[in-house]
């Protein structure tokens, strides 16, 4: 009867222990995919910064009446459809995120071509508008970059959790899938070349 007592209490302790380890992993699981979702959040939204600021400096070059109008139209038209792509990153692959990441890209392009053609308005280089928003912008550029870089780098804490034994049984159990991470774009590996013209 001592030994059947005895047999049945070390049953119950390790079965407590083990259901206590499985609560714990998955709350830990929880937690980092939850930390890299927030983080996530703050990349959308300094993404929205950047369209914010995009129209209103849109509306101050339109301002110039002889500014080229097919450079506006490709900025709002690429702003439009970059504002449009949108994913929910619990439930994104990695083509997704690519897609994400190449409308953005786009609206970079589209962008930088606006400034490149604004450096043959005098006026509208001194416009002190124009210069804020400009400012801005390579500000929330940075902002972008330092955003994905946190959310990459807890996404990434995440993923190799997930695959990592035992915690790939907890995962599996739990049906946490992998976060999607943002890469390089596409031609970032090669250097871009420079000319000296003296």
């Not at 970079?108 to 400009?134: D, G, I, T």
Request: charged residues 20%.
């Amino acid at each position: 009867m001592k030994k059947g007592l005895i047999v049945l209490i070390i049953i119950g302790i390790i079965g407590f222990l083990g259901v206590s380890w499985y609560v714990s992993s998955t709350n830990q699981l929880v937690e980092m995919k939850g930390e890299a979702t927030k983080q996530w959040a703050n990349v959308e939204s300094s993404y929205q910064r950047r369209s914010d600021l995009i129209g209103n400096l849109v509306k101050t070059v339109q301002g110039a009446a002889e500014f080229e109008r097919s450079t506006l139209t490709e900025v709002i038209e690429a702003r439009a459809k970059a504002t449009s792509t949108t994913i929910d990153i619990n439930a994104a692959n990695s083509t997704q995120l690519a897609q994400f990441q190449q409308a953005q890209g786009e609206l970079n392009s589209a962008l930088s071509r606006l400034l490149v053609s604004v450096e043959r308005y005098p006026e509208l280089k001194a416009n002190q508008n124009f210069l804020e928003l400009q400012s801005q912008l390579e500000g929330t550029e940075n902002r972008i970059n330092v955003e994905r870089n946190r959310f990459n780098n807890l996404a990434g804490d995440y993923n190799i959790s997930i695959q990592k034994i035992p915690m790939k049984y907890v995962a599996s159990w739990g049906n946490f899938e992998a976060l999607a991470l943002f890469s390089a774009d596409q031609g970032a590996e090669d250097a871009p070349e420079v000319e000296f013209n003296f």
